[in-house]
């Protein structure tokens, strides 16, 4: 495939045989089928709303600025708030409702939804053009960890309410550390009765809280940093409308707030918040089991980028021996790039620089491109004059002359449409016989994207007898090659460099550029039409004013109740109802003795392991019996540690009736100790835990 320095990789015969540019990905077809469908979606929305108005378009850049919402306000509810276990649900509960502090509070909590809302469809955007593969595996990677740390830090605000729903998020969030042997102490012990819920703990979920949003600003710099010109937030007047439509929605909605936490009741029910508190309602009901299913599915997101992508090995050309590119990717032909820099500014992806030349030339720097940021898009190809920069699957020379034959085959007044294969995912997947009866009169061929299309290109075909070159174009906000798509109209309309150069192109031809809009392709034909026929006066109108606002108020209507609706879910508690007796203890075991070896199984050791006990010291486990209305049973309970050498901690619930009953509990430490005893009468009610603690310095205690 590849031969001679200037005719790269592929010949025409070659490339007509071959899908075009190597598959990216796993699953392409259906990936191109999904791509398809959303163009079809985001052609139907551009009827109603232009893309610069539409969140849906824009969903980084909308998530981006709902996360600064989300942090200002949360900055202005510490004039309301106070980071304590006894003081943070009565300084909730005094601004509920309508209040300013109950508004903020809302906005902070609107907008930490409409992150997610946003943040899923972003991802899927992001999946559904296969943007995790390539050079995107880290934009991809960070994202996600951003969406979890997003999740996190959504986590433990709600703990910081300290209402219901915060009890059983910290709870499930106790179940899931003691997963971990990190403590010597289960953490959930803690949160047992109201009495023992740690303050520290609480204010170290407070600080996380705050802390946690400055890793999601460090992640986006990276996140962000293989994109040229990066547009961090949305237009103007989208973001004006985002930030109002958070406003107004929390004036008329005000946020939730279940009753009080209580760790002695179980609640019937709670609010809770889906975006953030699925892995809780899993969690109640699969135990542990959920949210761990939450935590491995974070990880095989972030894996995607290997899991989903088809490796292709990197390979030298003869245009640039010495860059390793993949087949997918863009060469430069150092000799005849003279150091215009226009390639760098037009890289949507940060991936062409300027290095020392090795050739000798006059020039001082020549063009690179760096293969671990190229995706391929094209892009630098319509930049390059001097034709330096070449996709080494779409050749400049070879496809160039292979469409400008074909063309001329056509006879006189031939029309050509050059169409963005993206628009169809991909080259591989371009619809050649759609296109053609889409554009009759038209000889159609496919191109890798809008601004491959160099205007010498252009030039050279009208001056060569075509009469017309239409080139039509994916304009949609998050397309594959991004903002890269505008390049070719400013480039032939001369308010770009590279400029199109009409006394070149001869008189006569005509060139346009038109936006394709899946969900009404007759635009295109009637556009199409009337540019052969001569009379085109402008590109495809716009939707007017009135329908835009009326288009604009729908979609904030629904995306408020996507993201809000969520917020306030119901779920009844999976607890049992019925009444509860938990038994909890700390206690430590009598040591056992160590075993002295006699003189004779001395002998039989090494001597530096003489004299020593053979087994290390430990603690007797503690035996409990617990008498329920006369009915009595024992457990042992084992001390912790490795070498059980550790206190022995442990709860024992029982479920009860209704109504009084009398207990007795004994525990025993060990042969030396004399066991302790309790013995009382507790009022079993329905939802009531009723908990008895122990420990030697505490004694027993009725919670
Ligand atoms: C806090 C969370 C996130 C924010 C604020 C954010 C924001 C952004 C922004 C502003 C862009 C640039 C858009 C442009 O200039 O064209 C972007 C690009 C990107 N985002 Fe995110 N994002 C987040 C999370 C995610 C997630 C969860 C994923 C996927 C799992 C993701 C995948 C990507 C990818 C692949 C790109 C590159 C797009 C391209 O190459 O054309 N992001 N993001
Ligand atoms: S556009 Fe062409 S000539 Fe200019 S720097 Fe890039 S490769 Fe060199
Ligand atoms: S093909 Fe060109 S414009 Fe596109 S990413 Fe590669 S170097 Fe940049």
Redesign the pocket.
Known sequence: MIETEEKTIASPADQRQSPGPVQRAQFEKVFAFFERLLGWFDGFMGRLIPPEYNPLE????A??LT?IVCAASGVLMLLWYAPSVQLAYPAMAAIQGRTLGGWVRTVHRYSSDL?ML???L??TR??I?R??TGS?WL??????L??A??WFVGWTGFWLVWDQPAQQVAVASMQFIDVFPIFGEPMGRQFLVDRLVPSLLFFVVFFLHMLLPLG?GG??VL??S??N?????PDRWLGIAIVVGIGVASWIIPAPLDEPAAMAVKAPAFTVDAWYLTPLALGLRFRALGLWACFGGIVL??A?PWLLVRRNRRMTTPRDPDTRVTPWQTVVLQTRCHACTQCVQDC??GAVSMVPRTDGKKFEARAWVNPALC?GCGVCVGSCDSEAMNLTWFDIHADEQRITDAVSRQGEAAFLALVAADIDGGFAHFQGERWRNLLPGYHVEPIPTASWVRPKFVERLLKGGTQGVLIVRDTR????A??GNQWVRHRLEQTREPHFRPKRAGEGGRWHVADFNAAHPSALLSEAATFREGTLVASAPRPGRLRIFLAGILLALLLAAAAIGPSHFRVANPAPAEPEFTLSFRVLGDMVKSQELDEAEQAKLPVHMRGRSTAKPRRAPAEITLTLDGVSETRVFQPKGISHDGPTIGEWTLPLTPGSHAIHVEIKYGPESAPATWTGEIAAAPRRIQVVTYTPADGFRVE
Do not use: Y
Not at 139 to 144: A, L
Not at 229 to 233: L, W
């Open positions: 824009q969903t980084g850049r998530a981006n996360l992150i946003l943040l899923f972003h991802a992001m999946f053009a943007k995790f995107r934009p991809w990677t960070t994202g996600v951003l969406l740390l997003t999601i992640g986006l996140h962000l293989r994109l010109r990066a547009r961090i937030f997101l972030a995607f949507p992806f995706v906000a998050e397309a594959a991004r903002d």
